[in-house]
């Protein structure tokens, strides 16, 4: 079973940077990591994924040039930093867990989640103001 907790959301002026962490625990060796996000009356959307290894990483075209994810394996975190931020990236944070064979690519990981097996964390809020 994989548990995932998310910390670092809060409230910045647009402009400014806050940089995310997910602890990660349970067998994620085989697994894609990622960021999700979903703001009010809108749906969950796809933000920055990151491979097993963490050698390969795609972020959303909105957000390419302004956030960046990693993780670090041996410690058992997934990070997303996110600078020049924007009204528009107000929203609750997700980080999330699946098997890599479940995909195609890394691509796949990030526009098309498969709800029925992806692990979710609790969420942590995003607020930027204008």
């Given at each position: 079973?994989?548990?995932?907790?998310?910390?670092?959301?809060?409230?910045?002026?647009?402009?400014?940077?806050?940089?995310?962490?997910?602890?990660?625990?349970?067998?994620?060796?085989?697994?894609?990591?990622?960021?999700?996000?979903?703001?009010?009356?809108?749906?969950r959307?796809?933000?920055?994924?990151?491979?097993?290894?963490?050698?390969?990483?795609?972020?959303?075209?909105?957000?390419?040039?302004?956030?960046?994810?990693?993780?670090?394996?041996?410690?058992?975190?997934?990070?997303?930093?996110?600078?020049?931020?924007?009204?528009?990236?107000?929203?609750?944070?997700?980080?999330?867990?699946?098997?890599?064979?479940?995909?195609?690519?890394?691509?796949?990981?990030?526009?098309?989640p498969?709800?029925?097996?992806?692990?979710?964390?609790q969420?942590?809020q995003?607020?930027?103001?204008?």
């Amino acid at each position: 079973q994989v548990q995932l907790v998310e910390s670092g959301g809060g409230s910045v002026q647009a402009g400014g940077s806050l940089r995310l962490s997910c602890a990660v625990s349970g067998d994620t060796f085989s697994h894609y990591l990622g960021w999700f996000r979903q703001a009010p009356d809108k749906e969950r959307e796809g933000v920055c994924v990151i491979s097993p290894g963490g050698g390969a990483t795609y972020c959303a075209a909105s957000v390419r040039d302004r956030f960046t994810i990693s993780r670090d394996n041996a410690k058992n975190m997934l990070f997303l930093q996110m600078n020049n931020l924007k009204p528009d990236d107000t929203a609750m944070y997700y980080c999330a867990a699946d098997r890599e064979r479940a995909y195609a690519n890394i691509v796949e990981w990030l526009r098309n989640p498969k709800y029925q097996s992806v692990f979710w964390g609790q969420g942590t809020q995003v607020t930027v103001s204008s």
